[in-house]
């Protein structure tokens, strides 16, 4: 089965920008997706495919895709930001089994 | 509006099994997917499974198969994850999220755009 790895954590002043990447092998065949959480909150997702935001979520955070690595980035980092993020992805098997990254803590300084 | 309702917290001794329910609600329940995750105290997002609600169909994460079996009522627009021989290592919030997948300039992508608000399952003796 697939992995996907990434920081465990990440820290940003506040108002600058920040990437958090997750990498593995499924993702030169699968976009990921990514998802925030908060403590004691299910998680949200805040970007899909290429780079597509859901309705509602802020115009900051965006996506990339190259080779085997997905990139999540917030642009002008809040403090509301401040939560894990994980990425997802499809297995590289093909069949319909998914994987989660092990998640990155982003700290707002 | 879509909405995913899970069961209440379960406490369950060392090598019995948990059933956890997920109602759905505000869309056509046989049309999308359903995915469990679980995360255990402190620690990262763990895949499960996944179960077609139109025939039932499942495939599980390695780490799970001959433990878990998920099933669905089509009557009442539920899913159930139900999770066997239960250890210490169990302990976690399980979710369900429904997977819903999108075609974007000829682009073909899975996310999971709703979830349920997640059940505690204590293991303990």
């Known amino acids: 089965s697939s992995e996907l790895t990434q920081d465990p954590a990440v820290s940003v002043a506040l108002g600058q920008t920040v990437r958090i990447t997750c990498q593995g092998d499924s993702l030169r065949s699968y976009y990921a997706s990514w998802y925030q959480q908060k403590p004691g909150q299910a998680p949200v997702l805040v970007i899909y495919?290429?780079?597509n935001r859901p309705s509602g979520i802020p115009d900051r955070f965006s996506g990339s895709s190259s080779g085997n690595t997905a990139s999540l980035t917030i642009t002008g980092a809040q403090a509301e930001d401040e939560a894990d993020y994980y990425c997802n992805s499809r297995d590289s098997s093909g069949n319909h089994l998914r994987v989660f990254g092990g998640g990155t803590k982003l700290t707002v300084l | 509006q879509v909405q995913l309702v899970q069961s209440g917290a379960e406490v369950k001794k060392p090598g019995a099994s948990v059933k956890v329910s997920c109602k759905a609600s505000g869309y056509t329940f046989t049309s999308y997917y359903m995915h469990w995750v679980r995360q255990a105290p402190g620690q990262g997002l763990e895949w499960m499974g996944i179960i077609n609600p139109s025939g039932g169909s499942t495939s599980y994460a390695q780490k799970f198969q001959g433990r878990v079996t998920m099933t669905r009522d089509t009557s009442t627009s539920t899913v159930y994850m139900e999770l066997s021989s239960l250890r210490s290592e169990d302990t976690a919030v399980y979710y369900c999220a429904r997977e819903i997948v999108v075609v974007v300039a000829a682009e073909k992508m899975w996310y999971f755009d709703y979830w349920g608000q997640g059940t505690l399952v204590t293991v303990s003796s």
């Open positions: 495919g290429k780079n």
